[in-house]
């Protein structure tokens, strides 16, 4: 697809800008940092209907759609279709697997807890709930949390255990991609790559979103210059004035029906069905998380005093 394809007709759909980030997921603003430093041209839509949706972001143009759930995600994607490309010379070289794996595991993992656990959600309820009807977002995000600490391990048991893991292994990356960077402009030396979209987003998620009580925000403060890489790339590429190629932001209420990653032409009557069935979707959303809340409820109904009184102690 890589040269040939018609640039403006390109729409990257992400969760609402705030914390004075275009998009403050950390899922959505690694896609949208890529697509900046490949400075391919692209308007910027956001879509807040389905808070929970594994979907975003995603990257379409015409028919073709780059789900965030498919095949390792967006930049990923992208990447396989040939639609843009920033590491077809980097894979090769034996620093680039080693530090994707730094990176995606132990700076994705320090994230995820400080985001839902070590911060006590503060920031995460502002980006993903707080759009939502105030019982609704409450119990959807205590839901979210729960999950959060199942997907990192974390139990009464070991929970003080896990959280010195965690951070040392994030002090650790830290110190080991600060060494690799010293003052070069990117990760690999005068190019940028996938690594850094993702790196770069890290870096500005935890200093712009974390609440300054954060474990995992003065950990990363205490090394000047991957602060001073975030702030150089940040002011050429995503403040710049050639970043105006994206459009402002504005309301794109995506009905995520799955249009699958194969191009497939559609007829207007097609389409308009499509729109039929979001208007309803919209209509009964609030029953679906109710509902939603209800089974979540009936699960977490087992749950033992000591776990409760494990949760107040968090």
């Given at each position: 697809?890589?040269?040939?394809?018609?640039?403006?007709?390109?729409?990257l759909?992400?969760?609402?800008?705030?914390?004075?980030?275009?998009?403050?997921?950390?899922?959505?603003?690694?896609?949208?940092?890529?697509?900046k430093?490949?400075?391919?041209?692209?308007q910027?839509?956001?879509?807040?209907?389905?808070?929970?949706?594994?979907?975003?972001?995603?990257?379409?143009?015409g028919?073709?759609?780059?789900?965030?759930?498919?095949?390792?995600?967006?930049?990923?994607?992208?990447?396989?279709?040939?639609?843009?490309?920033?590491?077809?010379?980097?894979?090769s070289?034996?620093?680039?697997?080693?530090?994707?794996?730094?990176?995606?595991?132990?700076?994705?993992?320090?994230?995820?807890?400080?985001?839902?656990?070590?911060?006590?959600?503060?920031?995460?309820?502002?980006?993903?709930?707080?759009?939502?009807?105030?019982?609704?977002?409450?119990?959807?995000?205590?839901?979210?949390?729960?999950?959060?600490?199942?997907?990192?391990g974390?139990?009464?048991?070991?929970?003080?255990?896990?959280?010195?893991?965690?951070?040392?292994?994030?002090?650790?990356?830290?110190?080991?991609?600060?060494?690799?960077?010293?003052?070069?402009?990117?990760?690999?030396?005068?190019?940028?790559?996938?690594l850094?979209?993702?790196?770069?987003?890290?870096?500005?998620?935890?200093?712009?979103?974390?609440?300054?009580?954060?474990?995992l925000?003065?950990?990363?403060?205490?090394?000047?210059?991957l602060?001073r890489?975030?702030?150089?790339?940040?002011?050429?590429?995503?403040?710049?004035?050639?970043?105006?190629?994206?459009?402002?932001?504005?309301?794109?209420?995506?009905?995520?029906?799955?249009?699958?990653?194969?191009?497939?032409?559609?007829?207007?009557?097609?389409?308009?069905?499509?729109?039929?069935?979001?208007?309803?979707?919209?209509?009964?959303f609030?029953?679906?998380q109710?509902?939603?809340?209800?089974?979540?409820?009936?699960?977490?109904?087992?749950?033992?005093?000591?776990?409760?009184?494990?949760?107040?102690?968090?």
């Amino acid at each position: 697809m890589e040269g040939d394809q018609d640039t403006s007709g390109f729409t990257l759909v992400t969760r609402k800008p705030c914390f004075g980030l275009p998009t403050a997921c950390p899922n959505c603003l690694p896609a949208y940092i890529y697509l900046k430093l490949a400075q391919l041209p692209f308007q910027l839509a956001f879509n807040s209907t389905f808070p929970d949706s594994d979907e975003l972001p995603y990257f379409e143009t015409g028919t073709y759609v780059a789900y965030n759930n498919e095949d390792g995600g967006v930049i990923e994607k992208l990447k396989k279709d040939g639609v843009v490309n920033l590491d077809s010379q980097l894979q090769s070289l034996p620093d680039y697997l080693s530090l994707k794996a730094l990176i995606l595991s132990w700076l994705e993992e320090a994230l995820a807890y400080e985001t839902w656990v070590g911060t006590e959600g503060v920031s995460a309820w502002k980006i993903y709930y707080s759009d939502l009807p105030w019982v609704i977002s409450k119990v959807l995000f205590y839901k979210q949390t729960y999950m959060a600490k199942t997907r990192l391990g974390i139990i009464k048991e070991n929970s003080e255990e896990r959280e010195k893991q965690i951070y040392k292994r994030a002090s650790d990356a830290y110190e080991a991609l600060s060494t690799r960077l010293g003052e070069q402009k990117f990760l690999f030396e005068d190019r940028p790559s996938s690594l850094d979209a993702i790196f770069l987003s890290h870096i500005l998620f935890t200093i712009q979103v974390l609440p300054e009580t954060s474990v995992l925000r003065t950990k990363l403060l205490e090394h000047g210059n991957l602060v001073r890489y975030a702030e150089k790339l940040k002011l050429e590429f995503l403040e710049a004035p050639s970043s105006s190629s994206s459009p402002p932001l504005h309301s794109f209420p995506s009905s995520f029906s799955r249009k699958g990653s194969k191009p497939k032409s559609k007829s207007k009557t097609e389409k308009t069905e499509e729109e039929k069935k979001f208007k309803k979707r919209a209509k009964f959303f609030l029953a679906s998380q109710f509902l939603a809340v209800v089974i979540y409820l009936s699960v977490m109904g087992g749950v033992s005093n000591d776990e409760l009184e494990y949760e107040d102690d968090d």
